[in-house]
C-alpha cells in the first residue's frame, strides 16, 4: 500500500457493465399447494391400507373355492368359515376356549419374563452373568419349545403346569437375548452420564439402560409373545382337552374347558372343517388384536414419542 493510505494501481475498484438476459422464459414453480383427492386422503390412513389388504385376501379366499371346485372336506370356503365362526361364537361358547388360551399363555408370559429379567440383570451387571447368559442361550434358544413337551408331560403330568413349563423356554431365551442385546448397544455416552450420576446395579439399569435399549426390549417381548402364542396352540393340539381329575386319573375336560388348539384338534376329528378353519381364524384374529391393541400401543407411547423410531 502506498504511502498516506492510497492503494496502488492494483487495488482499482473493477466496476462491471450492467447485462440483462432477455431470453430467459417464464419461471415455472409447480403446484405449491393443492387439495388432494379422495382416493389420495383415504390411501394415507393407516387403517384403511390394511383392511383394503385384508378384504382383498378374503375375496381371494372365497374366489379360489368357487373357481377351483375345492371339495368341502380339503378346503373351507371363507363363507362357510364365517358362518361357523359366528354359530361357535355364539352357541358352542368359543370365547371361553379363546381366554382358556390366553389365560395360559398370561400366566406363562408373566413368569418368563420374570426369568429373563433376573437372567439379563445377572448379565449386565457381572461377568458370571455375562458368560451363563449366552451360553445358555447359545444351548436352548435353537431348540424348539414344543420338542419338550413330552418330557414335561412326563414331570408334570397332563395339565396346565406343562403347557406352561413348554411355554417358559419359547418366551425366556428370545427376550433375554433382545434385552442383553439392546443393553450392550447403549452408546458409551449415555452410560458416562449414568456413572457420572453414581447410578449403580438395578438403579443403572432401570434409569439408563432400560430406555435407550428399550427399542429391543419391545421386539423382544414380541417374538416371544408370538413364539409363546404359536407353541401353546400346538401343545393345546397334542392334550389340550385332557386334565388330571382330583384322584389323579386322567379324566376329559369338557369342549368349553379346553383352549383353541383342542378346540381345532376336535372338530378335525369330527371332519367339522368351516370350524377347523374357524379355529385357525380365531388363532390369527387374537393374535392380531395383541398386536395392535397392545404392542402398537406401547410402541407408540414410547419409541415413537421418543423420537427413536420412525411412524
Given amino acids: 500500500m502506498a504511502e498516506g493510505g492510497a492503494a496502488g494501481p492494483a487495488a482499482a475498484v473493477i466496476i462491471r ?44 379366499w372365497e374366489l379360489y373355492t368357487i373357481v377351483a371346485d375345492v371339495p368341502p372336506l380339503m378346503f373351507s370356503s371363507f363363507s362357510d368359515t364365517a358362518a361357523a365362526l359366528v354359530n361357535a361364537l355364539v352357541n358352542e361358547g368359543l370365547l371361553q376356549n379363546i381366554w382358556n388360551s390366553i ?113 429391543s426390549i419391545l421386539t423382544g417381548l414380541r417374538i416371544g409373545w408370538a413364539y409363546a402364542w404359536r407353541t401353546l396352540i400346538a401343545a393345546e393340539l397334542v392334550f389340550g382337552g385332557q386334565v388330571m381329575d382330583t384322584s389323579g386319573q386322567m379324566g376329559a375336560k369338557g369342549s368349553n374347558a379346553g383352549g383353541l388348539g383342542w378346540i381345532i384338534f376336535q372338530n378335525q376329528m369330527d371332519l367339522r372343517i368351516p370350524y377347523v378353519f374357524a379355529g385357525l381364524l380365531s388363532v390369527i384374529l387374537v393374535g392380531v388384536l395383541i398386536e395392535n391393541l397392545i404392542f402398537r400401543t406401547i410402541e407408540e407411547r414410547t419409541v415413537r414419542k421418543w423420537g427413536m423410531q420412525k411412524a
Fill in 103 to 215: 389365560s395360559t399363555l398370561f400366566k406363562g408370559y408373566v413368569i418368563g419374563i420374570g426369568i429373563a429379567v433376573v437372567l439379563v440383570t445377572l448379565g449386565v451387571t457381572t461377568r458370571f452373568g455375562t458368560d451363563l447368559l449366552t451360553t445358555l442361550t447359545a444351548m436352548l434358544n435353537p431348540l424348539p419349545a414344543i420338542a419338550l413337551l413330552p418330557m414335561a408331560m412326563i414331570w408334570f403330568g397332563l395339565g396346565e403346569a406343562a403347557i406352561i413349563f413348554t411355554l417358559l423356554h419359547s418366551i425366556i431365551w428370545p427376550v433375554a437375548l433382545n434385552m442383553h442385546t439392546g443393553f450392550l448397544g447403549v452408546s458409551e455416552t449415555q452410560r458416562m452420564v449414568g456413572r457420572n450420576y453414581g447410578l449403580k446395579n438395578i438403579r443403572y439399569i432401570v434409569k439408563i439402560l432400560m430406555p435407550a435399549a428399550f427399542p
Fill in 17 to 60: 457493465s450492467e447485462y440483462e438476459h432477455k431470453s430467459l422464459g417464464k419461471a415455472g414453480t409447480g403446484e405449491v399447494q393443492r387439495r388432494l383427492s379422495w382416493f389420495e386422503r383415504l390411501s394415507n390412513i393407516d387403517s384403511v391400507r390394511k383392511y383394503t389388504v385384508l378384504v382383498g385376501v378374503l375375496v381371494i
